[in-house]
């Protein structure tokens, strides 16, 4: 089924200039762009969106680092969408990520992970929302 979900490109990855090689593999992987946008999230706006973890304990440094530079916030459409993000971007540790995946090639740590994408249907409608909703 073709579908859509959310994907970040997050401050580390823009910090280190990876921002054209992530694009180009998202084309290769059969995306389309229906969105892309450079944001820089307030805190607030950071908690917001990651209002599902707000009680881990990472909760704190993982929204101050997403607030912490320029992200690049995208759309992606393609068969299978969700699940074929995922698998591009790897699991969430770099450490443990698979060559070849983008957290493998980009990832830092756990929480400067390089990448985000919708982890199911109801999750990428309300992420797309969060962003791109029409006022
Ligand atoms: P994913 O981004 O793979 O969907 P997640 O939804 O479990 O992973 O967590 C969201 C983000 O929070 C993740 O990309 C990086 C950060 N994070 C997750 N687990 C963490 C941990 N144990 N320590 C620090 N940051 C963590
Ligand atoms: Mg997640």
């Known amino acids: 089924m073709v579908e859509k979900t959310l994907a970040i490109i997050k ?3 823009v910090k ?10 998202i084309e290769e992987e059969g995306f389309s762009i229906s969105g892309m946008k450079q944001l820089h ?3 607030e706006e950071a908690e917001g969106f990651y209002i599902v ?11 101050d680092f997403m607030s912490s530079g320029d992200i690049i916030v995208l759309v992606l459409e393609r068969e299978d969408a969700i699940a074929h993000w995922r698998k591009t971007m790897g699991v969430t540790d770099p450490a443990l990520a698979e ?3 983008l957290r493998h090639s980009f990832g830092f740590s756990v929480e400067r992970n ?4 919708s982890d199911a249907p109801e999750t990428a409608a ?3 929302d969060y962003f791109y909703k029409k006022p």
């Open 11 to 13: 401050p580390d990855a």
């Open 114 to 117: 390089a990448c985000h994408g």
């Open 99 to 101: 060559p070849g995946t």
């Open 53 to 63: 973890h707000k009680e881990k304990s990472f909760y704190g440094s993982l929204t």
């Open 126 to 128: 309300w992420e797309i």
């Open 16 to 25: 280190k200039k990876a921002v054209g090689k992530i694009v180009q593999r």
């Open 41 to 43: 999230l307030t805190k």
